[in-house]
């Protein structure tokens, strides 16, 4: 899976010369926590690459979070300075936005990126493609904004994933010193019973081996699957109940 799969196309964006005040507006109205700038001049909703033609896309300038806001706001309070003490509201967004150096493109892994988020403490990627501008090869390179990356967006993978939307429920099979052959033995039974497996993990734990995989059934009824499990002499625990 890759991030053009899964990221936000369809975006809310501030341009450097915008207020922060109608930054602030944008995150108070549609409860976000991060505004990309670009430069345009048009900081209403943008559709998003998939919808848009190439000329259409915007070049991205950087990053203005909530926080930046609540920088500005303090310095506002506190600053005795006659060029700072300017009210915040009134300042441009180029004065706190941040360029975000930390970047994505659509054709890189979701687990990179997850990966990279996580590492790098994170809330969002931008996802950015690089074109030329000009027909010699010393024309420079724009950074287009294409979408961006944020952790609902892996939530929300993450639950797809999962079957969660689904109906259904959770098995939870040991896979005693990491063997999986449990594991397959319970898809065999499955498939023989025409019980739908959704989804499987498989986590590794400290030691590097996973010691149980957690599957998400396409039933509601489940009993003649468990009632085999324990004919197998293969441990499961369903509803927080663990059987041997």
């Known amino acids: 899976m ?35 700038v670009v ?16 000329k259409a896309m915007p070049e991205f300038q950087g990053l203005l979070t909530s926080q930046d806001i609540d920088v500005a706001a303090a ?54 493609e690089y074109e030329q501008v000009g027909q010699d090869q010393e024309g420079r390179m724009r950074t287009v904004l294409v979408g961006l990356l944020t952790r609902s967006d892996l939530l929300l993978v993450l639950a797809r994933l999962m079957g969660a939307f689904e109906p259904g429920m ?20 499955a498939a023989q019973l025409g019980i739908q497996v959704r989804s499987i993990t498989a986590a590794p734990q400290e030691n590097g081996v996973p010691q149980v995989a957690t599957l998400r059934l396409g039933t509601i009824n489940p009993s003649p699957l468990l009632v085999r499990l324990q004919e197998a002499n293969i441990g499961y625990t369903f509803a ?3 059987v041997e």
């Not at 899964?6 to 991060?34: C, E, G, W």
Request: proline share 8%.
């Open 75 to 128: 310095m506002g309070r506190w600053s005795s300075s006659e060029v700072l003490h300017r009210p915040w509201q009134e300042r441009p967004v180029i004065e706190f936005m941040h360029r975000a150096s930390i970047r994505v493109t659509p054709s890189m892994s979701v687990a990179a990126a997850a990966q990279l988020m996580v590492e790098r403490g994170l809330n969002c990627l931008p996802v950015v």
């Open 240 to 242: 927080g109940s663990p």
């Open 170 to 189: 959770e098995l939870t099979i040991q896979l005693p010193g990491g063997d999986p052959g449990s594991l397959a033995e319970t898809l065999v039974l």
């Open 2 to 36: 890759i991030v053009s799969e899964v990221m936000t196309t369809k975006l809310i964006t501030v341009t450097p010369t915008d207020t922060l005040s109608h930054a602030a507006n944008l995150l108070r109205q549609y409860q976000f926590h991060h505004l990309p």
């Open 39 to 54: 430069a345009s001049s048009d900081s209403a909703a943008w559709p998003g690459y998939m919808d848009t033609g190439r």
